[in-house]
C-alpha cells in the first residue's frame, strides 16, 4: 500500500469533527494560570483575570460547538465565583493542617499534597460544570487526575472542609454528595452500584453525611446508600446499604503471624 493510500484511509477514519487536541492542551494552561491567580503571592490578580478572560474564549472557540456560542456568557458569572471559591479552598487546606499530623505548614498543604490539588480542580471545575460547560471541568479533574491519581467528577456536589488523605486511588462519582467536615484516604471508591446509560440522569452515587471518616480502599456503592452523620468506616469495607449517625463500620478479616522457631 502506498503513502497516499494510507493517507487517505486515515483520514476516511477520522470521523470526528469537533475533536481537537488543542483543547486539551489550552485547558492545562488555563487551570495552571487559575491556581496560580488563587494562590501564588507573586502572581499579579487583576492582569491575570484578563489573561484568564482570553485563554476562557479559546476554551469557547474550540470546545463550545453551538453556533452562537453560548458559553461565551459563562465567564462573566464564573468569575464572579472565584472568591467564593477561595473561600472553601482555605477551609479545605486548613483541614488538612487539622487531621494530618504530619504537616508542617499550611503553606505545605498547598504546595505538596496531591489530594489539596485534586480538591482545588475540582471546585474550580465544578463551577464551570454547574454553568452548563461540560467538557471543560472534565478536562480540569481529568489533568489533576492524571498528576495526583485523584478521580473527581465536577458533577460531585461536596461541602466544607473536606480532607483527602495521601490520595491515590480516591475515586469520587459525578452524583457523589458529600457534606462537610469528611475525611476520605486513600483507595477510597465512592461509585455506582450498576453501570448503564440509562442511569445517566439517576442518583448512581453516595451520600456521605458531615463529620464522617472512611479509611483506605473502602468501597461505597449505590445512589440509595447514605453513610450517616459522625460515623466511621474502616479500611477495605464494601458497603451497598445505609449506614446510620453515629456508627462504626469495619471489614473482619483473619490474620496470621508464623513465627520461625530460634535456631541455636
Not at 482570553?54 to 458559553?71: A, M, R, Y
Not at 508542617?104 to 480538591?119: D, H, L, Q, R, T
Amino acid at each position: 500500500m502506498d503513502s497516499e493510500s494510507i493517507i487517505n484511509k486515515i483520514n476516511q477514519h477520522k470521523t470526528q469533527p469537533n475533536l481537537r487536541f488543542k483543547l486539551k492542551e489550552k485547558v492545562q494552561q488555563f487551570t495552571d494560570k487559575l491556581f496560580y491567580t488563587l494562590f501564588d503571592i507573586d502572581t499579579p490578580v487583576e492582569e491575570n483575570l484578563d489573561v484568564l478572560e482570553s485563554l476562557f474564549d479559546e476554551l469557547v472557540e474550540l470546545g463550545c460547538w453551538e453556533i452562537d456560542k453560548p458559553c461565551k456568557k459563562v465567564w462573566e458569572s464564573y468569575v464572579v465565583k472565584l472568591p467564593e471559591v477561595l473561600e472553601k479552598l482555605n477551609l479545605d487546606a486548613q483541614a488538612f493542617v487539622n487531621c494530618d499530623p504530619a504537616s508542617s505548614s499550611i503553606e505545605e498543604v498547598y504546595m505538596a499534597y496531591p489530594g489539596f490539588y485534586a480538591i482545588a480542580i475540582y471546585r474550580l471545575a465544578h463551577e464551570l460544570y454547574v454553568q452548563g460547560f461540560p467538557l471543560v471541568p472534565r478536562l480540569m479533574t481529568e489533568y489533576a487526575h492524571r498528576q495526583t491519581g485523584v478521580d473527581i467528577n465536577p458533577g460531585a456536589q461536596i461541602g466544607k472542609s473536606f480532607f483527602i488523605d495521601h490520595g491515590t486511588g480516591v475515586v469520587i462519582g459525578e452524583a457523589a454528595v458529600i457534606m462537610d467536615d469528611v475525611r476520605i484516604y486513600q483507595g477510597v471508591t465512592l461509585g455506582g452500584l450498576y453501570v448503564a446509560k440509562n442511569l445517566r440522569k439517576t442518583k448512581r452515587h453516595p451520600t456521605i453525611e458531615n463529620n464522617v471518616t472512611i479509611y483506605a480502599n473502602a468501597t461505597i456503592l449505590g445512589g440509595k446508600t447514605v453513610i450517616g452523620a459522625n460515623s466511621i468506616i474502616g479500611g477495605n469495607a464494601f458497603i451497598t446499604s445505609s449506614v446510620p449517625p453515629n456508627s462504626t463500620v469495619y471489614h473482619s478479616s483473619e490474620i496470621k503471624i508464623k513465627t520461625a522457631p530460634n535456631v541455636s
